[in-house]
Each structure stands twice: as C-alpha cells, then as structure tokens.
C-alpha cells in the first residue's frame, strides 16, 4: 500500500522540505532533495504501472474521510487504475526529467529552493488530481495545479509583463474552474454523491433525467458533462478559453515544458477520459467536445504559423495538439486521446526544453528573427530539436505519427459530420503543424546569423545536466509510439475498466478499418508541410515576406491571434474595469462610506451632540423626565394593559 | 393565643455582625478622631472580609427569618459576595485619596460600610417594608458620601442632587408599595406571590390595574437606583461631582445591590406578571443602551464618560432580564461580576491619574500614556477593550450570555439593537486606547501610584484578561443563584 501512497506524496515532502528549509539548506542540498524526491517518485510510479497496467491489479486506497457533513460524504482516497497509472507514469518521469534539467537552467537565479519547491508540490497537486477517488478531490488537485501555475508563472513577478500573465492565467481558468464546480455541484444534486464509483455506476439510469433550472428542463448529464468540459476547456486552454496559454510563457521555460505543455494541460483531457462513464451517455456533450476540439486545433496552429517568439509558437502548437486530444474523446477514441496526451508529453516537453536550451545559448532571446545560423554551434540542441518536431508533426516511426493518425483515424470512422470535420480539420492543422515546426528549425538554426557579434560569440552548447534529459526525452519521443501502442489497439484491455465506450460509439474499432488514403493522408500532409517550409524559408526567403505583403489582411489576423486578446479587452475587461471604477467611486464610495462608515458615524456624532444637550444640570428637568416616564409607562398600560 | 418566639438570629448573621461592628467603629471615631480614619478604614476591610466570609460558609438552602422579611438563599449569597468584594476594593483604593484630599475624616469608612450593611439588607429583602429599610439605609449613607468633600461645590451640587432625585424615587417606591398593598393584602413577597398566581380576583386571570400601576411605580424606583433610562440623569452629574472613591463605591456596590433587588422583586412576588413587566424591561434596557452608546461620545471627563457608559452597561444587563429565562437572569449576573471588576479596574486607573499632585480627569490627560505609565495604559487599554466588548476579554463573555439568552426568547430586534450600540459604544472605548496609544505624550502621571492601586489594577486586570480561561466558578455561582428565582 505504501508503494501506491509514495509517489503521490513523495514530491509533496520534497516541496515541503524544500519550501520550508530552502535558505537554510542553500541552492544545492534544495536542488538534490526535490530531485531525489521526484527520482523516487518516478521509480515508484513505474513500479506501480507495471503493476496496474502489466498485471492489472487495480487498487483504492482509503486514506481518511475528508468531510462528513449529514449526506454528503467525501473520502480521501487513492484510485489507481490504468488510467491514473498511466497519467502517474508520464507524469512522474517528465516530471523528474525536468527537476534534472531546471538544475542546469535557474542555475544563475537567486530563487532556486522557491522554484524546485513549487515544481514538485505543482508535481503534488498534479498526481492528486489523477489519483483522485471523486469530484472533490480532483477539484482539489484541479484548483492546487492552477495556484501552482499562477505561482510559477509568475516566479519572475519583478517582470510586470508576467505578473499579468500569471493574472490573466489564474482568471482565465477561473471561469473555466466555474463550470467544473458547476458540474460538480449538478452531479452532487442528480446522484447524490459524488463519488467516482457511486455517480459512474449510477450514470446508465439517469439517461432520462432531466435537470430543473430557473423554469427550464434541461437533460442533467448532457448539462454535467458541457460543465465539466468547460472546466476542461479552461485548463487545457482550448478555443474561447485559450488566451492565457501563450502568455504563460512568461514563466521560466522548464515551467512552459511541465506545466503548460506536457501536464496541467492535459488535465483537461484526462477529466474528460475519467468522465467517459458520464460523456458515453450525453451525446450532445460529445459532439461539443469533438467541434471545440477540432476548432482549436485549426484554429490554434493557423496563429502558430506567424508567430516569431519561438516558445510562443510552440505554445499554439500545445494547443492544437490538444485539439486534436480532444476531438479523440469527442469520438468517443478516449484512449487515442490518452495515447496523444502520453507521446505528446514527451516530445513537447523535448521541444519546449529544447527551445530553453536555444534560449539558454542566444543569451535569453526568444525572438526567432534575430536568431539563425547556429545549428552548427549548438548540433545535440539541433538534433534534438528535429526529433521533436518530427514526433509532433506526425512523420512516421516517431511517436506523434502513431498517436495523431489513430486519433485522425477515429475520427474518420466516426461517421458522423462532426466526425468528418474533425478529420478535415485535422489534416488542415497536420499541414500547418508541419509547416511551422520546420518555420521553427529554419528560423532558428539555419540562414545567416542574425543576432549580434557579442551573442553569437557567445553560442554554446548547454551543460550535460541539462542536455541528458533532453537526450532522455529524446528516447521516449521515438519509442514512446511503439511501447504504448497497445493502448489503442485492436480488443486491447490496456484500460481495462477505467475507460468506458459503449458499443455503438466505438469509433476506434472502427480506425483499425478505415480506407487506406485516410490513414496515408496525415504523412503526406506532414511531408508536403516540411517541403513547403523548406521552400518558403530555405530555398526562397523572401517569399514570406512577400506573401505576408499580398495576405496583408490575413498575416495580421493570425499575428494578431485572431485579436482575441483585444475582444476579450474589449467584451470583458474593459467594462469589468468600469463597472469596477463605478461601483468603487459612486457605490463604494458614495453610497455605502457615504450612508454606511461615514454616514453612521457622522450621525453617531450628531446624535451624541443632541443626546448630551439633554443633560442640563437642572435638577427639576431630571425630575421632570422622571415622572415624565412613569407616565408614559403607565399610559401604555393603561391604553394597551 | 399568640405564640412569640425568638427569630433565628444565625441567617442574618452577617448583617448582624456588620451592623455591630459599623457601631462600634463609629464609637471609636468618635473617640479617637480623624487620626483614625486610616485605622477604620482598615477594620472595615477586614469586617467586609468576615461578613464576606460569614456569607460563604453560611447555609446555601433557603432560609427566611424575622417572620419571612428577611431571606438567605444562593442568590443573595451571590450578590452579597459582589458587594462585599466591591466595597472592599473601593476603600481599599481609595485609602490614598481620601488621606490626600482633604476627606481624611472618620466617618467615610463608617458610612460606607452603612451602606454596605444597607445593601446587604437589600438583597436578603423579602417583604416591601424590608426593602424599604434596606433601601434607605443604603441610600441615606449614600447621599452623604456623594457630598462628603464638603468645601467642594461640585461634590455638595452632586450630593443634593442626588438626595432630591433619590427621595423623589423613594417616594415613587413608597406609593407602588402601598397600591400592591392595597390591591394584595400583603406585603411578603411570598404572599403577594400567592395573591398575584391566583389571579389576583380577576375571573380571567388578568392582574388589576392597580397592581401594574404599583409595579410600575416600584420598578422605575428601583431603575432609578440602577440609573437606568429614564430615570438616569442624576448619574452622569453625581458620577462627576462626586469624590474618585466615592463614584467607585457607586459603579461597584451600590447597582449590583439594586439590579438584585430589581431581580428579586420582579421575579418574586411579580413572576407571574412576566408578560406585563418584561415591556417595561425591555423599554428601559434599549433606552439605556442607546443613551449609554451615543451620549458617551460626546464626553470630555472620564468620570462622565463612566457614567454614560454605566448606564449602557445596566441596560445590556437588563437585556438578560427582559429575557425573563434562568439562562436569562445567569446572563445578568454573570455580567454583573464582570462589570464589577471591569469598572473597579476603571477606576484604580482613574485614581492613578495625577499630575503634580493634582487630579485630573479629562481624556486628554491620558494622550501618550502607553510612553509615560506604560502599565497603567496597558490596563485601562485591557479595561476599555472588555467594556467594549472584545473578545477575550471578560465583557464580551458578559454581553454573549445576556444576547444569547434574549435570542433563545426570540428577542430578536433587543439583541440586534444591543449588538449595534455596543458597535457604537466600542468607539469611545476605543478612542480612549487611541488616545492613550496614538496620541503625542503629555507630562506623565505621578508616580508611584501606591501600593493599593497598583494591586487592584493588576488583579482586576488579570482577571478581566483571563476570565475566559476558568469562568466556571463565577458561571456556575450565577447559574445556582439564578435557578433559584425559578422555583
């Protein structure tokens, strides 16, 4: 039992212990003790996998009862099936990888005990929401991981720039966070509990039942599951709810590779494949989630093309790709999501910790147009770089192509509209994926120099501590593919019961079927994307330019982002900000000081002004208000007795 | 044929005693002169103490004597043990004033304790003529000490002010007792009882009118000598005019007396009359408590701010009263002991306050105290916060039993009215600690203080302190002497 318990509170401890003692223990000894913690963790999760996954020996494990109040009961419990298995294996293991690389990259930064702890308790926070036995506790992990972010965002908050981002992040998933405890709260009320195993076995009856609110009737588990997606929307930053991602790459790039691409974005998607009891019987929410999910994904990668800070591109890239994870569970292909979700943790973080080692060698620039020419300065970074974005557009024999075209795939075999658009949508987003990724690698490495004379004297490769995990990643973003591919395979019970998809949906059964030119498509796509970046950045240089001259229009919406930011400024913010001003200056200020503290008090004084003007001194006014109110006492009686 | 027997002296003993020693101590002044006043002070201490004791180790079952004027029981125990404790302690610390003041003669420690052996009389009282008796024993006393700086023309105005006022309340008491005479019969608590829970000759079981009429007038007598409103404007005058120790004396003893009287009255022989009187209550007890709140603020001299707040203090006491419930009347004892300690603090503060030799008494003589008598602030800051309501301090544990009983009644709009004055009343307590604390230093106060004072300060202060630490003594006292109002 303890073996399940150890890597979910291991990094707890390590964060404790680094958070609390860090200047006492000084840089390194905080280094050491938060990576050994997570090193044990992620021992320990492998361990746990192999037992969960490989033998199948699902385990819960009671810790305590958290609250007990009448009805509502709410237990702390570890649930450790395939599907926590699995998110506890990725996580762990990036997890401890990035711990190894943060040592080489916040090396120079005054604060490193504060940032090791905050990486593993967000490490904490992050294995609490996978292990969680009900809604609550999920929300727990759920709110931890987005306290961390904001935290880790904005570590640098001497920057103005990230304290915004780290704002915008928090309130951003603050609505998206609305909805999840809505949903929870809709569960609490249609089955009374709120337990995972209580509310999935219930799930099947209460197809009918329908939701009274403010008059209207609404099916409950379609209005539960578009709740719970919302939230899901907003932690993994999906259209509409996007617009914190790209910022949060204010925050040092270790925490970009961890949080914002390789895990707490992904949560989302895990909440929906944990839910799939709930998802398989609401229909409706399907559908929403395979049309949010593809939009993203097209959406997301049509901005990723024009960007020039390099994370920022791979921060679009993040979400599209978890476009894509989506639209796999809005097929009902939950476990193609997760297959996504797992290689796309490996080599997102590849290629995010890649970028860092760039940003490392150019002396912290992450624009892209003053950088070039420096592959042969920095060949592992380069290498390294390449594996990555093969892996993510989908090339085949890297991880991304199993992952991507089974969740294409699946899509396809849905045979629904949706199911077609998603497709289309996907092929869509695999050409611009491939195109910017190779933009990227072009940009970046190849053509003249375009930084200045001091910084590119001073290109070097990054130190072994922090190119080993890279190289590690590495590994798992080739082979990742091939070991997991049982996850998605024919009749496979890699899930056993965690994952629930009823026999009418099963669209994944369906991919392993598909025409041949829908299972090619993806690879030709990616091919044509990469010879198109070739020509456009390589062979042809000014022809970007040029086409950004003619597409004038176009180029400046997708620079722009599709001005979300400024809408949003414009729809929310903006009158937020004045309904603010109004309500501080008239309401606050005017009304309630006006009539409430300084009114009251003002009265107060008044009164006692009047009050104390009673007391004349005359002993006959005293004798008078005496038997003045002996008689009125006795009149009230007298009238009333 | 009539049957004569001695009464059973042993239940009154205390008084008994107190009333032998206050003669004999009277004799000795006579004797001796002014030269023994400390002396005298001293041996009334010390017979305070015996009485004090004689009560605690007397019976705790109720015992009535003197052909049933005269009661002993759990609740007179309680009040008498207040009365004693804050008699004592305001001569005690007063000793240094009246040496210095020029009131360094024999009788004040005499009259004090009259007064005390009144107030005693007071609270054992079971019958309207011993109540009478009781009463003016206490109150002539009083009006004499009230004017005892003589040369002072505050402390004569203060003085007369009050005889006038009291024998106005005196009269009012005399004309409720004979109207519940005449409409009863009697004059034993335990027999107009009996008359009233019969109906009092009405078919419908509805009291005369002349009963009412009577109550009203005994209860505005005793609201009077509790200086609730509107019977409260001799307090604010006599308070100032009258000597430090003197005002003392009046905040501790003389209203613990009276409010026990008030309670042993209404719920005696007027228990069955709850509905009619607890209006009446809870008139006088918002009125007291708004009146206390604001007038409070517009106060300059420390001693009138007492005063008001005095008077604020009496009706959130009286809250616990209008509740008319054991939980009730628990709540205004218990406030009541706590009170008592609370203002004795106040005024050993109040006492320390000298300057060159002088006394003085605006709040702006305390400005930057917490510099100057850092301990002294420290105090009065601990006393103005409990007065206030703060919790831990003992008074919020005061005001907590009274308001949760009047909420258990359903007393909703007395317990929010209550809740909002003390609000307002916080902030004149609090701007005195402002004062003290925020304010730029003036000279300091004459030190030392003197032992007396100092001591007082600091037992009251502790006790103010940590009272929520082992309140049981003082609850379950209350809780005993309350069941005992409701058979």
């Not at chain 1, 991602?245 to 992904?266: F, K, Q, R, W």
């Not at chain 1, 019970?493 to 090619?520: C, M, Q, R, Y």
Request: with cysteine; charged share 10%.
């Amino acid at each position: 039992m303890l073996l399940y318990i150890a890597p979910v509170f291991l990094p707890l401890i390590g964060a404790a212990i680094v958070g609390l003692f860090g200047r006492v223990l000084g840089d390194r000894p905080a280094q050491i003790v938060s990576c050994v913690a997570m090193g044990a963790a992620a021992i320990t999760a492998i361990i746990v996998f192999n037992n969960v996954v490989m033998q199948g020996e699902v385990q819960q494990i009671y810790l305590f009862n958290w609250i007990s109040s009448g009805d509502f009961q709410v237990d702390w419990a570890l649930r450790i099936d395939e599907l926590s298995a699995m998110m506890m294996f990725t996580v762990t293991i990036v997890s401890f990888l990035i711990h190894v690389y943060s040592i080489g990259y916040m090396a120079h930064d005054p604060n490193v005990p504060r940032f090791f702890s905050y990486l593993s308790l967000f490490t904490f926070f992050m294995l609490a929401l996978v292990t969680a036995d009900n809604f609550l506790q999920l929300y727990f992990g759920w709110e931890g991981v987005g306290l961390v972010s904001y935290l880790l965002i904005g570590f640098w908050y001497k920057r103005p720039a990230a304290n915004a981002a780290a704002i915008k992040a928090f309130v951003v998933n603050r609505v998206g966070d609305f909805g999840f405890a809505l949903g929870i709260l809709a569960i609490y009320l249609t089955f009374g509990s709120i337990s995972f195993d209580t509310v999935f076995a219930a799930a099947p009856n209460m197809v009918d039942v329908d939701l009274e609110f403010l008059g209207g009737s609404f099916d409950a588990l379609t209005v539960i599951c578009i709740l719970l997606f919302v939230g899901a929307m907003g932690k993994s930053a999906q259209f509409l709810l996007h617009t914190w991602l790209p910022d949060a790459m204010e925050g040092p790039t270790p925490v970009s590779a961890l949080i914002h691409a390789a895990t707490m974005v992904t949560a989302g998607v895990f909440l929906v494949a944990r839910c799939s009891p709930l998802f398989e019987y609401a229909p409706i929410a399907l559908a929403v989630v395979t049309f949010v999910g593809a939009t993203t994904a097209i959406f997301a990668a049509t901005i990723a093309i024009t960007q020039n800070d390099i994370k920022r591109v791979i921060a679009y890239s993040t979400c599209s790709q978890l476009g894509y994870m989506f639209f796999a569970c809005g097929v009902s292909a939950y476990s193609a999501g997760m297959f996504h979700l797992t290689t796309h943790a490996f080599f997102k973080a590849l290629l995010f910790l890649g970028a860092g080692s760039v940003i490392h060698a150019m002396s912290d620039e992450q624009d892209m147009r003053k950088m070039g020419g420096i592959w042969k300065a920095i060949p592992l970074t380069y290498t390294l770089m390449w594996i990555g974005s093969l892996a993510l557009a989908g090339v085949p024999f890297f991880s991304g192509f199993f992952s991507k075209d089974i969740i294409l795939e699946s899509a396809f075999a849905a045979e629904t509209g949706l199911g077609y658009y998603a497709y289309a949508a996907g092929i869509a987003a695999a050409i611009l994926t491939a195109l910017y990724s190779w933009r990227l690698i072009i940009l970046t490495f190849h053509g003249k120099p375009r930084a200045d004379e001091k910084v590119m004297a001073h290109v070097h490769e990054s130190p072994a501590i922090m190119t080993v995990p890279l190289i590690l990643l590495a590994v798992g973003a080739i082979v990742a593919g091939y070991l997991l591919l049982p996850m998605v395979g024919s009749h496979s019970d890699f899930w056993g019961t965690s994952i629930l998809v009823l026999p009418h949906n099963n669209a994944l059964e369906g991919a392993h079927h598909v025409a041949f030119w829908v299972k090619a498509l993806p690879t030709i796509v990616a091919v044509i994307g990469i010879l198109a970046a070739y020509y456009l950045y390589m062979t042809k240089p000014q022809l970007p330019a040029m086409l950004a001259e003619r597409l004038r229009p176009l180029y400046l919406f997708s620079l722009n982002k599709w001005y979300f930011d400024e809408l949003y400024d414009w729809m929310f913010v903006r009158p937020a900000k004045y309904l603010g001003h109004g309500l501080w200056k008239q309401g606050d200020g005017g009304v309630i000081d006006g009539i409430g503290p300084d009114g009251i008090a003002a009265a107060a004084t008044a009164i006692a002004r009047r009050v104390v003007k009673l007391q004349s001194g005359y002993l006959y006014h005293y004798a008078f208000l005496m038997l003045a109110g002996v008689a009125v006492i006795i009149t009230w009686y007298l009238i009333l007795g | 044929m009539i049957e004569f027997s001695a009464p059973d002296y042993l239940t009154a003993l205390p008084e008994m005693f107190l009333a032998t020693v206050s003669l004999v101590l009277l004799m000795v002044g006579v004797f001796v002169g002014n030269r023994s006043t400390k002396l005298l002070t001293w041996l009334s201490v010390v017979a305070m103490g015996a009485a004090f004791i004689m009560v605690l180790v007397g019976s705790h079952a109720p015992s009535t004597t003197f052909f049933g004027m005269f009661v002993s029981d759990s609740f007179s125990i309680f009040m008498k043990c207040l009365v004693l404790i804050g008699a004592a302690v305001t001569l005690i610390m007063g000793m240094g004033y009246v040496k210095r003041e020029s009131m360094n003669r024999f009788e004040f420690p005499v009259l004090i304790l009259i007064a005390t052996l009144g107030m005693l009389l007071m609270i054992s009282a079971n019958d309207l003529i011993a109540l009478y008796v009781g009463l003016e024993l206490q109150s002539l006393s009083l009006y004499i000490v009230a004017a005892f700086r003589r040369e002072s023309i505050r402390s004569s105005e203060a003085g007369l002010k009050y005889f006038v006022l009291g024998a106005l309340s005196s009269g009012m008491l005399l004309y409720g007792c004979s109207m519940i005479y005449g409409f009863t019969g009697f004059t034993g608590f335990h027999e107009i009882a009996a008359v009233i829970g019969h109906g009092g000759g009405d078919a419908h079981g509805v009291a005369p009118i002349g009963i009412l009429i009577g109550l009203v007038f005994i209860a505005a007598a005793l609201a009077f000598k509790v200086s609730a409103v509107p019977f409260h404007m001799w307090t604010p005058d006599v308070y100032e005019g009258a000597p430090t120790p003197v005002t003392a004396f009046f905040a501790a003893a003389p209203k613990i007396a009276a409010m026990a009287l008030f309670l042993r009255v209404l719920l005696g022989p007027f228990h069955e009359l709850v509905e009619q009187w607890q209006q009446i209550i809870i008139f006088i007890s918002i009125a007291s408590m708004v009146l206390g709140a604001f007038a409070a603020i517009g106060q300059r001299n420390i001693k009138r701010l007492i005063a008001y707040s005095s008077i604020g203090h009496i009706g959130y006491a009286m809250v616990g009263l209008s509740a008319g419930t054991p939980d009730g009347v628990r709540g205004v004892l218990v406030y009541l002991a706590i009170y008592m300690v609370m203002s004795l603090g106040t005024f050993a503060c109040i006492l320390a306050m000298r300057r060159r030799g002088q006394m003085v008494e605006r709040i702006e003589d305390l400005a930057g105290l917490s510099k100057t008598n850092p301990m002294i602030a420290l105090a009065l800051a601990v006393f103005m916060f409990s007065m206030a309501g703060i919790p831990p301090m003992a008074g919020f544990f005061g005001k907590l039993y009274v308001f949760l009983a009047a909420i258990e009644e359903g007393l909703y709009a007395l317990a929010v009215i209550g809740v909002l004055t003390s609000a307002v009343g916080a902030f004149y307590y609090i701007r005195i600690v402002k004062v003290m604390y925020f304010d730029k230093p003036t000279e300091g106060f004459d030190k030392p203080m003197g032992a007396e004072i100092s001591s007082v300060l600091a037992v009251t202060g502790f006790v103010t302190l940590f009272f929520f630490v082992y309140p049981t003594p003082v609850i379950e006292g209350a809780q005993a002497a309350a069941a005992l109002l409701f058979p």
